[in-house]
């Protein structure tokens, strides 16, 4: 469900910031799986984060989203987390089948990657800066699962 809060035209008459609030509430009903994502930049050259304006606000209610951590599960370690480049993985355990699957989070699978050796990496590659979810299997056995932050 698609639901406006304000439509606005652009005006070359001021260039002043306006304020707005909107309670979620009074467009839809809290839940307990509700995330909010926030999308905000200044379309200017040289801009920056902290002179940009809210472009995009969406709200998503799924229970999906995310992976629920098993405590009885082995400890994977991510290190340094937060990275900005790379990490490194820990795993008690790495089996010829080992594969990490990361997910954003939307639930959306952003890279599926093999471990087959001792001392693995995490490499940033393509994926933007934000919250990150991963379980570590292997064949149809989950050895763990937990989240990381890339800056």
Same mark, same amino acid.
């Given at each position: 469900?698609?639901?406006?809060?304000?439509?606005?035209?652009?005006?070359?008459?001021?260039?002043?910031?306006?304020?707005?609030?909107?309670?979620? &509430? &009074?467009?839809?009903?809290?839940?307990? +799986?509700?995330?909010?994502?926030?999308?905000?930049? /200044?379309?200017?050259? *040289? *801009?920056?984060?902290?002179?940009?304006?809210? /472009?995009?606000?969406?709200?998503?209610?799924?229970?999906?989203? @995310?992976? +629920?951590? +098993?405590?009885?599960?082995?400890?994977?370690?991510?290190?340094? +987390?937060?990275?900005?480049?790379?990490?490194?993985? #820990?795993?008690?355990?790495?089996?010829? #089948?080992?594969?990490?699957?990361?997910?954003?989070?939307? @639930?959306?699978?952003?890279?599926?990657?093999?471990?087959? &050796?001792?001392?693995?990496?995490?490499?940033? *590659?393509?994926?933007?800066? *934000?919250?990150?979810?991963?379980?570590?299997?292997? @064949? /149809?056995?989950?050895? @763990?699962?937990?989240?990381?932050?890339?800056?």
């Amino acid at each position: 469900t698609t639901v406006p809060l304000e439509v606005l035209t652009k005006t070359f008459s001021s260039s002043a910031w306006v304020h707005k609030k909107f309670k979620i &509430s &009074s467009f839809l009903t809290p839940t307990a +799986n509700m995330h909010i994502s926030l999308s905000i930049s /200044d379309a200017g050259p *040289g *801009g920056t984060v902290v002179e940009g304006g809210l /472009d995009k606000f969406f709200v998503y209610d799924s229970a999906t989203v @995310g992976i +629920n951590e +098993n405590p009885e599960a082995a400890s994977i370690l991510i290190y340094p +987390n937060p990275f900005s480049a790379s990490a490194s993985i #820990q795993l008690p355990t790495i089996t010829s #089948q080992s594969i990490m699957e990361v997910f954003d989070i939307y @639930g959306r699978e952003v890279r599926k990657q093999k471990i087959d &050796s001792q001392k693995p990496k995490l490499l940033r *590659g393509n994926l933007p800066a *934000g919250l990150y979810f991963f379980k570590v299997s292997s @064949g /149809d056995e989950i050895l @763990g699962a937990g989240k990381f932050i890339i800056e």
